[in-house]
């Protein structure tokens, strides 16, 4: 009878113990932090790690945490805590994450790492602002290292009091999807692209995404023959307002909502179109350039450290320069031929998945040898 052999932790000692933390709720905990999470423990427990993913329910189903080796645990703050104790590292990802992973560890000497995936500016309300201030101020101090996913994020953390922050790029999994022959066509058809360009943007409905700019953009798309069709893959908060839009303004746009198959719908696309307001390490941005589908993107975040010269990057909040930097692209097919082959060269510059992994355990390595 045989068995898979267990990794040895080295040195003989006990195996590392980690929780990892996240939220469903805002920027910066969404599909990006989770699938980061799901390769993140998958590869802690291929070392010898063990993992415990306190996330919400729902995410289970959705990423298999169990499946990459972990042990799952409901996100509820009674979970969390009895998860925390007897933890050797608790790492958060997200700032609502760290807000609630600080609680859970108050009174614990236990080192906590936190993961800045999201953040950047949100105009609204001015206590709303100060309140985000506040929470940033309290993770970043109480993290013993704050890992920010871009330049900018390190240097926010340090603004707000991190003892040590560093720079920590997120690599996620790649797509898993291989186009047959027909594919395209056949999704093309699905949504009524046959004959016209497709166009593609991904993510929550919810103002940082920029999605009212997007349909101002969308309007002057009208005036070209034959008129493309932008499809949104993404639910949220914004779908009445934006799909009253749409409908009012007889827009080219089709309100998909959540998709299980966006790695097929990327492949069929001639241009991916992220206008958000802030980003760190976008999902969308990275799945286009693996695939080879022009980009067009807003130059904020982490965005242009991420896609160098492989994407077309335009002012956030320019209805204007989006609108023309994306019929340029459907007028000249030379032009995404050259960035489809960019796209691939500028992934291959990324950590792999594998990095990923080393850079975060040479972290709890570190922290542990502080502790002992």
């Known amino acids: 009878m045989s068995s898979t052999p267990v990794p040895v932790p080295p040195y003989g000692r006990p195996p590392l113990r980690t929780v990892q933390v996240l939220d469903g709720a805002g920027p910066g905990s969404g599909a990006g932090s989770s699938a980061h999470v799901r390769s993140l423990a998958g590869g802690l427990a291929a070392r010898g790690v063990r993992v415990t993913v306190c996330a919400p329910v729902a995410s289970e189903g959705e990423y298999d945490f169990t499946g990459a080796g972990a042990q799952f645990e409901p996100a509820a703050v009674n979970a969390l805590r009895a998860a925390c104790f007897g933890a050797d590292i608790v790492h958060a990802h997200g700032l609502r994450a760290g807000v609630r992973a600080a609680l859970a560890l108050r009174g614990r000497r236990v080192p906590l790492v936190v993961t800045w995936h999201g953040g950047g500016p949100e105009p ?65 058809a699905e949504l009524g692209a046959l004959g016209r360009h497709l166009l593609i943007a991904v993510g929550s409905l919810e103002p940082h995404r920029g999605y009212g700019v997007l349909l101002d953009a969308a309007r002057d798309w009208r005036a070209l023959d034959p008129q493309p069709l932008l499809v949104i893959a993404g639910e949220g908060p914004l779908r009445p307002v934006l799909a009253r839009r749409i409908d009012t303004e007889g827009l ?54 991420l896609v160098g010269d492989a994407g077309v990057l335009v002012p956030y909040g320019d209805a204007a320069a989006l609108s023309t930097a994306v019929a340029a692209l459907i007028a000249d097919p030379a032009r995404r031929g050259v960035l489809a082959e960019a796209g691939p060269a500028q992934a291959a510059t990324w950590p792999t998945e594998d990095d990923t992994v080393a850079q975060v355990l040479a972290v709890y390595d570190e922290l542990m040898e502080r502790h002992r």
């Open 124 to 188: 609204g309300p001015a206590p709303l602002r100060g309140l985000t201030r506040l929470l940033e101020r309290r993770v970043a101090r109480a993290a013993a290292v704050v890992l920010g996913t871009s330049s900018d994020q390190v240097d926010l953390a340090r603004r707000r009091g991190a003892r040590d922050a560093r720079l920590a790029p997120v690599t996620v999994p790649g797509a898993r999807y291989v186009a047959g022959e027909g594919d395209a066509d056949k999704v093309r």
């Open 252 to 305: 080219p746009v089709r309100l998909l909502g959540r998709r299980p198959d966006v790695a097929e719908l990327l492949a069929a696309s001639d241009v991916a179109v992220l206008p958000s307001r802030w980003e760190a390490r976008s999902l969308l941005a990275q799945e286009a350039l693996r695939a080879g589908v022009a980009l067009v993107a807003t130059a904020v975040g982490g965005v242009p450290e």
